[in-house]
């Protein structure tokens, strides 16, 4: 099993007939896939994935204007339909496909905090999926390599999710929630970040309400408590508070909010630094 191939060291002992398995089906996976082709691996390799595609490649794109929602997007059908009306029906690797998402996506944060949190279960459920896929585009020489691999028959997309897993001296043994067995020599993670443990516990503990594996903030970055209130002086931004405030994946955007963190708690602390000197 290999849990973290993104350290770039799994194909040192890998050897020419293994089948592979791949759990996830992100730019990790589309990596993992490279680096097979690259190697001239002749192993049959097993990709699963709950939508059971790759990503896109990414495309030239001109620059996007942020779409502005005609009136409040306040339920998930809402937030759907803007999506419809501003997606082009092009294929999703052309120009103009990607650059209506990215204008599209620009505006996300600010609906997505405002949905109530319900209707933020409702959207993510119907749109997550596909909006991972075509946020974190492929580059064109991972997309070449796994077509080439795809029109070989050497890959195969399985679409489901993996239920149980378990390993004799000769095979890793993969049960698929549909009910399928698959066999593979060398299972690699590429599902990206796993549960972390502190949020984990204070989960369990019922110290923070549940909001997928992250955290629920309000405005100002604050972790609400199990009462729904802001708790002084913890803060979180980035993927942990995805729930909250959508898409906040990229390095981009956690930059941005580390930013806007930064000069909130700056301005805090030059606001009781000037009350001390009274």
């Known amino acids: 099993l290999e849990d973290q191939p993104w350290k770039g060291v799994w194909d040192r002992t890998l050897k020419g ?24 691996h002749d192993g049959k390799v097993d990709l699963i994935t709950p939508g059971g595609m790759l990503p896109p490649m990414q495309a030239n794109w001109p620059k996007a204007d942020e779409i502005t929602p005609d ?27 990607q650059s209506a998402f990215e204008g599209l996506r620009a505006c996300l944060p600010s609906i997505w905090h405002h949905l109530p949190r ?13 909006w991972q896929l075509a946020r974190f585009r492929a580059s064109p020489q991972t997309v070449a ?8 028959g050497q890959l195969e997309l399985h679409s489901g ?16 929630t549909n009910g399928q067995i698959m066999l593979a020599d060398r299972v690699m993670m590429a599902t ?18 549940r ?44 930059a941005k909010e580390a930013s806007a963190l930064a000069d909130r708690l700056s301005d805090r602390l030059s606001v009781r630094m000037g009350e001390a000197l009274r």
Do not use: K
């Open 17 to 40: 007939d293994e089948r592979i398995a791949i759990i996830g089906g992100g730019l990790t996976a589309m990596d993992i896939l490279t680096t097979l082709f690259r190697h001239g």
């Open 71 to 97: 009136g409040r997007v306040t339920t998930a059908h809402r937030l759907l339909r803007l999506w419809r009306a501003n997606l082009p029906d092009d294929d999703w690797e052309t120009p103009q496909w």
């Open 118 to 130: 319900q209707e933020r279960i409702r959207a993510g459920y119907r749109l997550s999926r596909h």
């Open 145 to 152: 390599a796994a077509r080439a691999m795809l029109n070989s």
């Open 161 to 176: 999710r993996v239920e149980a897993m378990t390993a004799t001296d000769q095979h890793a043994h993969l049960t698929l």
């Open 192 to 209: 990206g970040a796993g549960r972390d443990p502190l949020v984990q516990q204070c989960h369990d503990d019922g110290l923070l309400p």
């Open 211 to 254: 909001a997928m594996q992250g955290v629920e903030v309000d405005h100002d970055f604050q972790v609400y408590d199990h009462h729904w209130r802001p708790t002084q002086g913890l803060y979180a931004f980035g993927p942990p508070t995805a729930f909250s405030r959508g898409d906040v994946l990229g390095a981009g955007s956690i």
